[in-house]
């Protein structure tokens, strides 16, 4: 299971940090992931992160705007967002995809980012 925090309204240029933090068998974890669905679109890869070696992917939507990153002790893993544009509106997901797996199938609720002015 997986929780996701952090979400809100934010004017254009401003930043945002989103909390995930997953129980259960966390053991059993191989990456986790920020993905985000947008009104009228699919969704999409945000930013994925290999839970133990630590190596990290991101859209080049995001890159050098957002960060991956992971607290093991804590089972979280964070996105912090910056420079935030109106098009990164959108519901974001975090997701687990677990060892053996070829998928991320263990999703949170979703939470809302809104950039607005």
């Known amino acids: 299971q997986v929780v996701e925090s952090g979400g809100g309204l934010v004017q254009p240029g401003g930043s945002l940090r989103l909390s995930c933090a997953a129980s259960?068998?966390?053991?059993?974890?191989?990456?986790m992931g920020w993905f985000r669905q947008a009104p009228g679109k699919d969704r999409e890869i945000v930013s994925v992160i290999e839970w133990r070696g630590g190596n990290t992917y991101s859209a080049d939507s995001v890159k050098g705007r957002f960060t991956i990153s992971r607290d093991i002790r804590k089972n979280t893993v964070y996105l912090q967002m910056n420079s935030l544009k109106a098009e990164d509106t959108a519901v974001y997901y975090c997701?687990?995809?677990?060892?053996?797996?070829?998928?991320?199938?263990?999703w949170g609720q979703g939470t809302q980012v809104t950039v607005s002015s």
């Open positions: 259960g068998r966390t053991d059993r974890i191989n990456n």
């Open positions: 997701a687990i995809r677990a060892l053996g797996r070829a998928e991320y199938d263990v």
